[in-house]
């Protein structure tokens, strides 16, 4: 240990067993101390001054502050994730609310509950995030080869690819609709003017009144990009978040135009496609108004302009003939008209569309 | 609850002990991470990963004295791992950027000679390298000890007490500057 006999203020500020002393109190480093101190009492007001510096170090606090709805968000992410159910063969079967951690954990949210809730009247701020906390999120994650179907409360709806997920409300609630994606998807948006729809990809916002496009946002990859095929969209960066006055910072974005977000630079770079996408208004008129076309070409039309698949027993139903316009109508409606038109029934199950005949009418 | 009980309550599964440790540290990891990671939303998926990664693996983890230092520890190589796979193909240089100011909390010092001195000293903390600036962080901010702090930054002891030393030649020097014309400045 050094010699403290000729220490000055700032030989302390240097010290580390005397910082260490500050900070990490033990006995040990007591023991010394107070003996050095009674052997030299004229340190005393240096050390006091040295220690008065020391523990008044602070730290700025950074410029991107977490509030507390946001981390609570956090939180109840990392809890879903964690506790996700994952079926056990071997544990036996105790139903939920037998469970100790169960009750305790009742008791718990409840108090929280009224906690939150009551924290929710007094300061009524940033409610958007915490709306989503109290709504709870429906996670849907794509692990399968093909893309799956989500429908959404509003009656927006989603085709997202393999590998991706997305996150959003059971039901919408508040000013905005947001959704949290992780990959690729394309969104046809129920149009609702008072209720912007806002897909979050990391730190790029897509934000729409209804539309429909695709958003290609994968973890790793170092180019984000949105594609408009109808109406108009706005992208943005979360940390600029658009205001009357700063509307540049906002890309918009309106049919057959993508926008490409390099990660690395944080930018945006808009440009018009090649080729008209097949589900913008132009090419779908064309392409997806049917006269007296069979049903597997139907069929296959939609398959290709959503990349979805749907189901249907192609030896009773591939061969009927119909006449259906498609082109206006979202892709659950459309599923439904041809339906209708072959006399079938259809349902979603999984993320999957599957057609099926109807049996009364059959017989 | 004391921290290293509701660490052993999770290890044995207790969903409670688990979230409030979440609760508990998420904030200053947030706070730590975003000094050297500017991407926040990467940021918050590499503590997200880390706490996850810590429920499935908790029958294997043992004891810590420290959780705090654990997920410092944890969350710090992470974001370093995984940044390090996105900029695969770019040079990979061993610097990075702790964006910290210092302050003196004013409340406490009300001795002038002090007041004086805790000045000079948030200057020398404020004007030192990235890597100096994170220890400090650690150590007067988050109050870990040294060994914590080098294990943390995945250095020796011996090149954390090297950097150490390094610090205080800089306070050194600059305490010589500030005490030589420091008394001058007053006068002018």
């Known amino acids: ?37 009674s052997d030299h009492p004229e340190k005393r007001t240096l050390i006091e001054k040295a220690r008065a510096i020391l523990i008044s170090i602070n730290v700025k606090p950074h410029d991107d502050q977490l509030s507390d709805a946001e981390i609570n968000l956090r939180v109840k992410l990392i809890q879903d994730q964690a506790f996700r159910q994952v079926p056990d063969k071997q544990a036996p079967i105790v139903k939920i609310y037998q469970r100790q951690w169960f009750k305790t954990a009742a008791v718990f949210l409840v108090f929280i509950s009224i906690g939150f809730v009551a924290y929710q009247i007094l300061t009524k701020q940033d409610n958007r995030i915490t709306q989503d906390v109290l709504n709870k999120l429906v996670k849907i994650s794509n692990t399968s080869k093909k893309s799956k179907f989500v429908q959404m409360n509003d009656g927006s709806l989603a085709v997202l690819t393999p590998g991706s997920e997305m996150e959003f409300p059971s039901t919408f609630k508040g000013k905005e609709r947001n959704v949290y994606l992780r990959g690729e998807a394309f969104f046809e948006v129920h149009k609702d003017h008072e209720h912007p729809f806002l897909v979050h990809s990391q730190n790029m916002i897509t934000r729409v009144l209804g539309t429909s496009f695709t958003v290609k946002a994968f973890k790793n990859a170092a180019e984000f990009k949105v594609i408009v095929n109808t109406g108009k969209v706005w992208v943005y960066d979360q940390k600029t978040k658009p205001t009357a006055e700063k509307k540049d910072v906002v890309i918009v974005l309106t049919p057959n135009q993508q926008v490409t977000y390099n990660r690395n630079v944080l930018q945006f770079k808009k440009d018009t496609l090649m080729h008209p996408l097949l589900l913008s208004k132009e090419v779908a008129d064309k392409e997806l108004n049917f006269t007296n076309i069979p049903f597997s070409t139907v ?24 006449t259906a316009l498609l082109a206006e109508h979202p892709l659950n409606e459309k599923v439904e008209l041809i339906c209708r038109a072959v006399n079938a029934k259809y349902r979603f199950a999984d993320g999957r569309i599957i057609i099926e005949e109807d049996a009364s009418t059959n017989k | 609850m004391e921290d ?10 207790n969903q409670l002990a688990y979230t409030q440790l ?29 706490f996850y990664e810590l429920w499935n693996r908790k029958e294997k983890i043992s004891s810590t004295p420290s959780v705090k230092w654990y997920l410092f520890k944890a969350v710090r190589l992470r974001i370093f791992r995984d940044q390090a796979k996105w900029t695969k193909n770019e ?35 404020n004007a030192l390298p990235p890597r100096q600036q994170e220890i400090m962080y650690l150590r007067f901010y988050e109050g870990l000890t040294l060994n914590q702090i080098s294990e943390i930054m995945g250095i020796t002891n011996q090149s954390l007490r090297n950097l150490l030393q390094k610090s205080y030649k800089s306070f050194r020097a600059e305490w010589i500057s500030l005490l030589v014309f420091l008394p ?3 006068f002018i």
């Open chain 2, 4 to 13: 290293s009980e509701l660490w052993d309550l999770f290890r044995a599964g």
């Open chain 2, 91 to 125: 040079e990979i240089t061993d610097e990075y950027n702790f964006l910290v100011e210092f302050n003196i909390e004013s409340k406490i010092i009300n001795d002038l000679e002090i007041n004086d001195l805790s000045v000079k000293v948030k200057n020398i903390l």
């Open chain 2, 184 to 186: 001058y400045l007053k």
């Open chain 1, 299 to 322: 069929i296959s039309k939609l398959n290709v302009a959503y990349g979805i698949q749907i189901e249907y027993n192609k030896q009773k139903l591939g061969d009927l003939r119909i």
């Open chain 2, 22 to 50: 979440v609760n508990k540290h998420y904030k200053p990891l947030f706070n730590y991470g975003r000094r050297f990671c500017q991407d926040r939303e990467f940021l918050m998926d590499c503590i997200q990963e880390v």
């Open chain 1, 1 to 37: 240990m050094a010699n403290y006999d000729n220490f000055e203020i700032e030989d302390f500020l240097q010290d580390d067993s005397f910082i260490d002393w500050i900070f990490h109190e033990n006995a040990e480093s007591n023991a010394f101390w107070t003996t050095f101190l």
